[in-house]
């Protein structure tokens, strides 16, 4: 079974503009979770999808959008990007079929670079 | 407030040797499940152990295992014979939630080194 794929895996934008980060879940798993890295902060959860909906979101400024398909696909979107924004982006799927044994796994990650 | 604790910054272990990775947490749910990720420098987080709070023996993986001691609030991970390859981040984490949506907590990571 393919893992957890994203793109890109690195990126290179400037201050000002906006960008996308795509995540494709492990086959059969419908909920999809985006962390940030960096390393001053650590991992930071920053929003879960299930079934097309974000159920949980965590503490960042409204610039950070995402979105779930009905492949289970998921998209996140930094708009108007600031330096600070420069991270990892890890995308997490899990089944959620046995919430007693909920593993996340996780995607290579994309890394992102604001100038 | 839901809280994960890595106390080591930094350990070194002899090859072959055992080492045991600290962490705490703190949360006021009464299900939830505690995980191990290893992080090479690649970036990649990879999936080592799962504890449930539930569960009333130490999980164990291969050559991993996890000291679970909920009333303490707990969870260490301990590697036993130790490999070069084992020299990474190691992150503790705690997943928490239900029907309302789930929510993962990591703490600050322990960096491992492996000495020949």
């Known amino acids: 079974k393919a893992g957890v794929t994203q793109t890109p895996r690195y990126l290179i934008k400037t201050r000002g503009q906006q960008v996308t980060l795509s995540c494709s879940p492990i086959?059969?798993?419908?909920?999809v979770s985006w962390y940030q890295q960096t390393p001053g902060q650590g991992l930071q959860f920053l929003f879960e999808?299930?079934?097309?909906?974000?159920?949980n979101k965590g503490n960042f400024p409204g610039r950070f959008s995402g979105r779930q398909f009905s492949n289970s696909r998921s998209e996140m979107n930094v708009s108007t990007l600031e330096l600070g924004d420069s991270a990892l982006y890890l995308c997490?799927?899990?089944?959620?079929?046995?919430?007693?044994?909920?593993?996340?796994?996780f995607g290579p990650g994309t890394r992102l670079t604001v100038l | 407030a839901q809280k994960i604790t890595q106390t080591q910054p930094g350990m070194f272990v002899q090859e072959k040797e055992a080492v045991t990775l600290d962490c705490t947490y703190d949360?006021?749910?009464?299900?939830?499940?505690l995980f191990w990720y290893k992080q090479p420098s690649s970036g990649e987080m990879i999936f080592l152990i799962y504890?449930?709070?539930?569960?009333?023996q130490n999980a164990t993986e291969g050559r991993y295992s996890l000291n679970f001691q909920k009333a303490r609030k707990s969870a260490n991970l301990v590697i036993s014979a130790s490999q070069l390859g084992d020299s990474a981040m190691y992150f503790c984490?705690?997943?928490?939630?239900?029907?309302?949506?789930?929510?993962?907590?990591f703490g600050a990571g322990t960096r491992l080194f492996v000495k020949a």
């Open positions: 984490a705690m997943r928490e939630g239900g029907g309302g949506g789930f929510k993962t907590i």
């Open positions: 949360t006021s749910d009464q299900s939830y499940g």
């Open positions: 086959s059969g798993h419908r909920s």
């Open positions: 999808y299930f079934s097309e909906t974000q159920r």
């Open positions: 504890q449930g709070s539930y569960d009333e």
């Open positions: 997490a799927s899990s089944s959620l079929r046995d919430r007693g044994r909920d593993t996340q796994y």
